[in-house]
Structures are given as structure tokens and as C-alpha cells.
């Protein structure tokens, strides 16, 4: 940045310097790299700045992602490539770029929230890198998401070759290998790591001169006699191929060979999940508040886990054990017609995963009997986690051999039973709400009375930093594009003036980040040609509910049935943008000529809802179509709790040649847009978030920008106007939408990564002890110095 800011000053000084003089007239003086963008189109609009357009600026200006202006002074923060940060101050008299600390850039953004008095008072700094020095870190943006690849790689190398410990460590780790008491893998007689390569080409000999197909029990008094329990698979053959794994890698290790061989051990048998917002349940709950896609994923997410365990165990020779996973939530008195004043209960589809509810509980321990936002739990959760302890070892007979929090409160309360049992953590994150609201760390004061920033920002860094790996969607999730910044990008460098400084928290060159993407239920989400499975009571009510009659829980009739419809759903807050899309519409006569809306989400009277927010977007909706005078092109339909009813919806759209909408302003993955895509619609979805990646325009779908609706809804107008003139298109992108799915996003493949990533991190957790002890207690320092202190500031 500093030398092509250099060239772009020696040729073209004057513009340069005009273009400086430009920002520093604004009365706006904290600016993102759009308002830059913007400030430097209108400046080469003009005479003198149109000269700099033949050196085309953008390319060094656009990597500028925030400017703060203070006192005719302007620091910089500037990213030259994905998640690679650089400060400068420029000094404006000179014309030159002087490097500085993160530290005085975000000084420089505090200036603009504290006063001179307070910005010289102490600020508690927070910063990481010290204690990543001696963990390896990926260097290509291309690695990113890639983690447990790249530390297979660099983690072999380091045992296997250089300090030659590799045999020894992973000799100790199998024979220390047990489920409940039971010895698997090895037994006492093999003693050493010599002791078992010669054990393994007895046994191997022993394996090739059976038939392939040779159960384990034929051939288990023989196995034991050499030393090797159960474990190693259910056949001569599958042994065999798992013990020359093992030959291998004791003579010439290799990274893949080593993750293929940790992947296949039996290390996982029970896991335990943490969801504790919301109303978490299988029916009844969707469009609560706080409740959405977030439990559609955890019970896809157990059904999948339950049967690549059941399946894997069963390829290790252990038949007999039965996986156990749990999920354990919030349990509610309270429950507004729904199971979650339930304490225990069965998921649906499984035979050994269960719903655990806990109470929140008040320091007298009065179980507190109603719903909580999610944003004002945090008072709650280290007295939540210590009962959910006490439930986990009580339902499972002792720990998990796994721990997944999701959201913000879930993983905190991961980070802590996973460091009180000793077991391995994963985080998922789901939506980061940080990156959701601008400036919302700079100016989290004004967001605390209603969203509790300061408490969910600090538990997101504990936990970021006390995970064993993280899985997110998307790639971008991680560290963004080269034109916008990752969700956990977001976190590397920041402040909340008046509490603490970021100056280094989430590096996305982590390996301990994972991409590993959800799918949808098969037997729920499948294509609208082929056969129902839906009782025909219900397919015609979801009809009567598109196409019917005004109803209790469906709003407007339409005029015209005979035009396919445009579906979006989802809860109705700021994010999700149900209402923008509604104002797309009806500012959009050629959209509204072409094609019906079909909303599906809330409810009608804005006094039946218990959120603040959802009541102004339900207010702002009717006020929409009223403005808009939409009586006859708009059906708007109760928020829908019946999954295999949504499934319907999404059929009977298709089979109307439709298309689903997702408007939302970010959204971190879009599980609506594959469900939609699995049943064949085509797609329009936010180019913010993981729609960008799920989504190859044109081909499987479109994006459209949020922040643009007149082109978005030009976009969709279009398209519904050339499948009137060329029926194929509809056909091509319905057909490109189901095999994009079925290539990329499946929930059998997540299960299947998910279970290699936990069995793969918990090895090496063992084997280098890789949760640093100085780390956990600098994270435990900061929880009780900060995190604590701020929730319970949050009234109970």
C-alpha cells in the first residue's frame, strides 16, 4: 500500500492531493471503504480528478476498509489482501503513509466516542499473538478453512520426522484407548512400539489367508492372542486395510495417511450439544422469537451424527455399542404450547439422541419461568453450565468424548464444561451479531439497553479462543472476500471504547478453522417431480394456504392464480429484510405483472408477538401493502412450524414454475436456500453471506444486493419474462439448483467430516498438547475481569 500510494502521488500529485482535501471537507469522518469508493467516484466526476481515472485508483484506494479523520489527520486501515491487515497515518501536508500499531488506529476510531478526559484514562488490551507464536499457521488466503489439512501436514512433520517420537506417541495413544472400562485397539501384550509392528505383520499375514468377508468373531480369539482388541473393523479384509494403515505409517509417515487412519479409530461414541436460547423443539417453535433455522440445523445435524456413528462403529467391529448424543437447551415453564417445559425427550428419527432442557436459574435458584431474549441471557449461563454438568455425566454415565456449543451462549457454555472435563470442543457460530450491526463495537453503548454487545462480543472471543477447531459454512464466514470482511475476521483487531482493546484476538489463519457445510433433511426437502410423501390432507391445505380463500392464517387473496409466485420466508427482524423485499415489489410494476408474492413468516396482529423488533416489522409490513395498494398480488401466511409443510410449500411453488427469495442484509449461511434449491426452485439470494458460495449465478441461481432493491427486483422481473419466452431457462436452473446440492451440500458428508474433524483434533489435543495452559488462563483471566463483571450489569 505505502509504495503504490507513493507512485499513484509522483504521478498525479495535484489530483492526489485534491482527492485528500476532498475527504477532509466531509462532515462525515469515519468512513468505510464504500463511503471511500463513493467519495473518490464523485471527485473524478469533476475536472481535476478525472485524470486520476486513467490509472485506475480503485485498485489502490479500494483496499482502504475504514479512514477515521480526526483533527485534519487520517488514519488508515488498510487491507491489501484477505485477512491481512495494515495501519497508517497520513500526513497530509507531506503526502506520505506512516505505518503505526493497530493500536493507535483504534485509538484514533475511539477518539470519536470517548471524551479527551476518558481517552487518557487505562484501557484494558487484550492481545493473542504471543501465544500463537509456536503454533503453525497457514500463510495462503487459499488455506483458510482448510485447518485440519494444513496442521496434518505441519504436525507430522514435526513428530514424525523431525523428532522421530511419532511411533512411540501413537503406540501410547492406542493402548490407552477405551470405552468405559472396556480396552480397544490394543491390549497389555504388545509392549512397545517395535513389539507392534512385528504384532501388526503377524497379523497381517494372519488377515490375507481368510476370505475378505471373515466376520470379526471368527477371527477375534487369534487377534487378542497377538494383542489387538476390538476397533480394528468388522472383516478380515476391512483389519487388514486398517492395519497396513498403521504398518505404513510407522515405516514412512504421510499427512493424508495419518488422517485417514485417525478418521477410522473408534474415539467417538457420545457427544453432547449446546443450544441454550430460544425455543428449542421439534414442532411448534419455528417463528418464535429467537427461533429459527439455528434448531432445524442441530435436529438434521442429530439424525446425520447418530448414523455415521451408528454406521462407523459398525465398520469398527463394535456393533454392539449404541452412539448417544444429546442436546441440552433452555428448559421454559412457560412454554407457549410448545414441548420445552419438558425436561427429557426422544429426537424424532433417532434411537439414542436426546432433548435435555435445563432451567435458567436466579442466584437464589428460583428457576426463572419465561422466555429470554438471546441477547439478555448472560446473567444466566455460568450457573446454567455447572447443572448441565451435573445433567451431562448423569444421562451419559460420565463426560462426552465431543462437545459442539452453537451460537454465542452455547459455545461459551461449551468453553466451559469442555475445560472442566477435559474434552475437545467444537464451536458453531451459526451468525456472529457483530457483523451484523455497523459499528456496533465503536458504538456498543448505544446498543446495550437492547442487544447486550459488550457481553456477546466478549463471550464470542472466549470461546473463539478456547475451541479446539471451528466449523463455519463458508469460506467467507471466516475471512470474507477480497472486496468484504469475514465474520470472524471482524474480531482480529477492535475496541469497545470504555471497556477493552482488541489489538490481536482471531487470526482466520488459524487451523483450527474448518468449512464443513449442512445440507437438508432428504426426507423432508426433495424435488417437486417427485412423489409426494406428504398425506394428500396436507398438501391441499398448503394449497388452500398459497392459493385460497382469506383465512385465519393467511393474509390477501390473489387475483391471479395462473402466475408463478415469488416465496421468501423467514422471521420477521431487520436482518432477514422480509419487509424490504415486500417494498421491492411494490415500488415494481413490471415484478408485480409477472408474478405473485408469497410470504411466509410471523404473524398478522403485532400484540400477539413477545419481541420488540418483530412487532415494528409486522407494523411496517401491513404499512406496506397498504401504501403499495397490494390487495390481490400478495398472500402473506403465518409463520409455518411444520417442517414437512414448508417441504410442501417449497413443491407446490416449484410445480407453479416459481422462484424463492432470500433478501436478507447478511445472512452466514441460508438453509432455506438449500432447502429450496433441493426441491428444484430457483433461487435469488443475498450476495452477503454464504449465498455467495452456495449459489453459482446464473447456473444454480442469482444473487441480488440487499442494499440495491430496484435491481433486484429488475433481476427477478427479467428472469420471470424470459422463462415466458423460453420455458427451458426455468428448467435449467431448477435442474442446476438440485445438482448443486447434491454435489456440495448433503447432510450425510457433514456428518461424515464433522466426525473425522472431532476424532482428528482430539488426537492431536493428546498427542502435543496443543490447548496451551498459559492461553486458557490469560482467556480465564479476561472472563473474570470482564465478561462476568458485564453480565451482571444485564437485568434478571
Not at 93 to 118: C, G, H, N, Q
Not at 152 to 165: E, P, T
Not at 640 to 664: L, M, N
Request: hydrophobic letters at 40%; charged letters at 25%; a negative charge.
Amino acid at each position: 500500500m505505502k509504495e503504490a500510494f507513493r507512485k499513484l502521488h509522483e504521478s498525479h500529485p495535484k489530483e492526489l492531493r485534491g482527492l485528500v482535501y476532498h475527504c477532509l471537507q466531509l462532515d462525515k469522518k469515519l468512513l468505510l471503504r464504500s463511503d471511500i469508493l463513493h467519495e473518490l467516484a464523485c471527485y473524478c466526476r469533476g475536472d481535476e480528478g478525472c485524470r486520476l481515472l486513467e490509472l485506475e485508483p480503485e485498485r489502490v484506494i479500494g483496499t482502504i476498509q475504514e479512514a477515521a479523520i480526526v483533527d485534519g489527520t487520517i488514519f488508515l486501515a488498510v487491507r491489501p489482501a484477505i485477512a491481512t491487515w495494515q495501519y497508517y497515518q497520513l500526513e497530509v501536508d507531506l503526502m506520505t503513509l506512516t505505518p503505526i500499531s493497530p493500536r493507535a488506529f483504534l485509538k484514533a476510531k475511539e477518539s470519536f466516542v470517548v471524551t479527551p478526559e476518558e481517552a487518557g484514562e487505562p484501557l484494558l488490551e487484550l492481545d493473542l499473538e504471543p501465544f500463537e507464536q509456536d503454533l503453525p499457521k497457514m500463510e495462503r488466503p487459499r488455506s483458510i478453512g482448510r485447518g485440519v489439512q494444513f496442521l496434518n501436514r505441519q504436525l507430522a512433520g514435526r513428530l514424525f520426522v523431525q523428532h522421530g517420537r511419532g511411533a512411540e506417541l501413537l503406540f501410547d495413544f492406542l493402548t490407552r484407548h477405551q470405552y468405559r472400562g472396556r480396552q480397544l485397539m490394543l491390549n497389555g501384550i504388545i509392549a512397545d512400539p517395535a513389539g507392534l509392528k512385528s504384532a501388526l505383520r503377524e497379523a497381517i499375514r494372519f488377515l490375507e489367508g481368510q476370505p475378505g468377508d471373515t466376520p470379526l468373531d471368527e477371527l477375534q480369539e487369534k487377534l487378542v492372542g497377538l494383542g489387538f482388541e476390538a476397533g480394528w473393523g468388522r472383516t478380515a479384509r476391512g483389519i487388514a486395510e486398517m492395519m497396513n494403515l498403521l504398518s505404513d505409517l510407522m515405516e514412512a509417515p504421510d499427512a493424508a495417511m495419518l488422517e485417514d487412519f485417525l478418521s477410522r479409530i473408534p474415539m467417538i461414541f457420545s457427544l453432547a450439544i449446546l443450544t441454550p436460547h430460544g425455543f428449542f423443539g421439534q414442532s411448534n417453535v419455528l417463528g418464535k422469537p429467537d427461533t429459527g433455522g439455528q434448531v432445524v440445523y442441530i435436529l438434521d445435524q442429530v439424525r446425520a451424527l447418530e448414523k455415521e456413528l451408528t454406521d462407523s462403529l459398525r465398520e469398527q467391529g463394535l456393533e454392539g455399542i449404541d452412539p448417544h448424543i444429546i442436546v441440552i437447551t433452555r428448559l421454559i415453564p412457560e412454554a407457549e404450547g410448545t414441548q420445552c417445559n419438558v425436561p427429557h425427550e426422544r429426537v424424532h428419527g433417532t434411537r439414542h439422541a436426546e432433548i435435555i432442557r435445563v432451567p435458567f436459574r436466579r442466584e437464589n435458584g428460583e428457576v426463572v419461568p419465561q422466555w429470554i431474549s438471546r441477547f439478555k441471557i448472560w446473567p444466566y449461563l455460568e450457573r446454567f453450565a455447572r447443572d448441565v454438568r451435573s445433567e451431562i455425566l448423569g444421562r451419559l454415565g460420565g463426560r462426552p468424548d465431543f462437545i459442539v456449543g452453537n451460537y454465542s451462549d452455547g459455545n461459551l457454555v461449551a468453553s466451559m464444561l469442555a475445560h472442566t472435563m477435559g474434552v475437545t470442543q467444537c464451536n458453531i457460530a451459526h451468525a456472529l451479531e457483530k457483523t451484523k450491526y455497523l459499528y456496533s463495537d465503536l458504538y456498543w453503548k448505544e446498543h446495550e439497553e437492547e442487544h447486550r454487545f459488550g457481553c456477546q462480543i466478549t463471550a464470542d472471543l472466549i470461546a473463539m479462543n478456547t475451541a479446539d477447531f471451528i466449523i463455519t459454512s463458508t469460506y467467507q464466514e471466516i475471512a470474507g472476500t477480497e472486496d468484504t470482511l469475514g465474520q470472524y475476521e471482524s474480531y482480529g483487531s477492535f475496541s469497545l471504547p470504555g471497556l477493552y482493546r482488541v489489538l490481536s484476538g482471531v487470526d482466520p489463519y488459524n487451523p483450527k478453522f474448518n468449512i464443513v457445510s449442512p445440507g437438508a433433511d432428504p426426507e423432508v426437502f426433495y424435488s417437486h417431480k417427485a412423489e409426494s410423501t406428504v398425506p394428500q390432507e396436507m398438501a391441499d391445505d398448503v394449497a388452500d394456504l398459497i392459493h385460497g380463500s382469506a383465512r385465519p392464517d393467511a393474509l390477501g387473496v390473489l387475483d391471479d392464480k395462473d402466475k408463478p409466485m415469488l416465496f421468501a420466508m423467514s422471521r420477521l427482524d431487520h436482518i432477514k429484510n422480509m419487509s424490504g423485499l415486500l417494498d421491492w415489489y411494490g415500488s415494481s410494476p413490471e415484478l408485480q405483472e409477472r408474478a405473485n408474492l408469497l410470504l411466509v413468516g410471523g404473524q398478522f396482529d403485532p400484540a400477539q408477538s413477545g419481541d420488540e423488533e418483530e412487532r415494528g416489522q409486522i407494523e411496517l409490513m401491513h404499512e406496506l401493502l397498504s401504501r403499495h395498494g397490494l390487495q390481490g398480488k400478495v398472500r402473506w401466511v403465518v409463520m409455518q412450524a411444520d417442517k414437512i409443510k414448508v417441504g410442501e410449500f417449497y413443491r407446490q411453488v416449484a410445480r407453479h414454475r416459481g422462484a424463492f427469495v432470500q433478501p436478507a442484509r447478511f445472512e452466514a449461511f441460508g438453509l432455506t436456500v438449500i432447502e429450496a434449491m433441493t426441491s428444484g426452485l430457483p433461487v435469488f439470494a443475498t450476495l452477503y453471506g454464504g449465498p455467495l458460495e452456495i449459489i453459482v449465478d446464473g447456473e444454480s441461481g442469482y444473487h441480488i444486493d440487499p442494499n440495491d432493491g430496484p435491481a433486484a427486483a429488475a433481476r427477478m422481473s427479467d428472469f420471470f419474462a424470459r422463462c415466458a419466452d423460453d420455458p427451458d431457462l426455468w428448467e435449467r436452473i431448477s435442474e442446476g439448483a438440485m445438482r448443486r446440492v447434491e454435489e456440495h451440500y448433503t447432510w450425510k458428508r457433514y456428518a461424515r467430516r464433522m466426525l473425522s474433524l472431532s476424532r482428528i483434533y482430539g488426537f492431536w489435543k493428546y498427542m502435543t498438547k496443543i490447548e496451551h495452559a498459559d492461553t486458557r488462563a490469560y482467556i480465564s483471566m479476561f472472563y473474570h475481569l470482564m465478561y462476568k463483571r458485564l453480565a451482571e450489569q444485564v437485568p434478571t
